[in-house]
DNA sequence: ACCACTAAATGAATGCCATTCATTTATTAG
DNA sequence: CTAATAAATGAATGGCATTCATTTAGTGGT
């Protein structure tokens, strides 16, 4: 009787790559309205909350490769199916994952500081946050917003303040998806091997990238993501400013 | 003999996401040296050049979902075992494809157009191709240019056109990592479902951000995702443009 | 005190996946 | 003819998410 949704599931396997689909998180049943209408088992020990912070500490401890759906449920001390009780799939996991962590992109500065700043310190929160979490971008990237609270009042703190700084209302969610898209690109970066340009025996055969590798690296005490992040979220900040009333 | 670098494989399962690890692309042992100096068996109906056409026909039928080493076997009417003398693991399969990729970018205009349309053409036709192959983007995003010479052809002909309009040396790399991570996240939005931002339930909770979204739909024949890019990559091009000498 | 109901947990099974390895096949250079 | 070698094979391994019939343990209503 739960789970309707999980129709046409295995049609094809899945992998966590092509994560897509109109997705709706299982309903949790431990509401109060589900509390007195029907019998209630022992303790709430699992349920939804409980699935994120052991997610979380699992992530914490062994990086997205540790967290299986088995380890998971070890590290609740129950089988693995016990989870499909509380969860509808392991994107299911991750999608409460990534809500909990969008609670903790600052957005503070949206009701005290003028609007560059408060941009630019909810940027980088942003990409701190989930340069740590990259596995889950995909994911993310196309979620529907219904399915993550969390998430939807991040969007309201963020649109207001855009708002509020006499921003044209039909272009607020698109400077905001211009954002996250940069936000999201430039976490993968913080995540790069710091090698990554070496052109090693084609050195030669590309002279002007090669070189203008090598002028960066001698410039540079700063961190090279770090850079290239300010200097494009310089360049947005300062586009999209031009655009307010 | 073959696959010194396999070693430490799985100490972990490595799943599609995590991928990280300075990675070399297996040495393709059908060069001419090798030819001279061993004896050579039937034909190169195989090798990389093969199994990167049938993974892309792969791809383009099903989806990245049905690229399975089995089933690139299959294609080629070999045993899935069979590709592992060609290629150390599936990532060498996504390398392979993804530098495939890399030489569909358009570069020309670099060769042509001033800087501004130079960019602008070669940002668009970048986040075009990957769009259609985002599962691929974590795994570029952490790539060493040195096992994708395709990849690092582009980034010289990008570097060389940023020198020749007049860009300081040392923030080149810099602006190129800040629009390609703005062209890999927006690659993401082009696949979102059209719904994205539908707030549901919670409409009434989050005012500024449902108005917005409305007025956003009101206005709008363009593709979302594309007014996003446009207005975020219009807003770098200007603000990188006053860097030059 | 009993019953009907139901959420939660179980353990076994399924089917898919990438990858390994000992062995065989086919080709060529000397 | 022989030694060397790349390529292909087929069977096996271990991990994975997910399903399902079944059991367990609470609850409110009678």
Do not use: C
Not at 1 to 18: I, N, Q, T, V
Not at 36 to 49: D, F
Not at 59 to 72: E, R
Request: proline content about 7%.
């Amino acid at each position: 009787m739960l789970g309707k949704l999980s129709a046409e599931r295995h049609a094809m396997p899945a992998s966590p790559a092509d994560s897509r689909r109109t997705t709706e998180l299982k309903p949790v049943p431990n509401t109060d309205a589900a509390r007195r209408s029907a019998g209630r088992p022992a303790a709430p020990v699992l349920g939804q909350a409980g699935i994120t912070a052991a997610a979380l500490r699992l992530i914490g401890k062994n990086g997205y490769a540790g967290l299986t759906m088995a380890a998971l449920a070890r590290s609740l001390n129950v089988a693995p199916s016990a989870l499909y009780n509380h969860v509808e799939s392991k994107r299911d996991v991750l999608l409460l994952v990534e809500d909990h962590l969008a609670a903790l992109v600052d957005v503070t500065a949206f009701a005290a500081e003028p609007w560059e700043s408060a941009v630019r310190k909810w940027a980088w929160s942003y990409r701190d946050v989930f340069a740590e979490h990259t596995p889950l971008i995909p994911v993310i990237a196309v979620l529907p917003v219904t399915d993550a609270p969390q998430t939807l009042a991040m969007y309201e703190t963020v649109s207001a303040g855009f708002r509020g700084a006499g921003f044209p209302e039909e272009r607020i969610v698109s400077a905001i998806v211009a954002l996250e898209s940069f936000i999201f690109g430039s976490a993968y970066d913080v995540t790069a091997p710091a090698d990554i340009f070496d052109s090693g025996s084609m050195a030669e055969s590309t002279p002007s990238f090669t070189g203008a590798v090598r002028s960066l690296a001698a410039q540079g005490h700063e961190k090279p993501a770090d850079v290239a992040f300010s200097m494009g979220l310089e360049a947005l900040i300062a586009g999209f400013g031009t655009l307010r009333a």
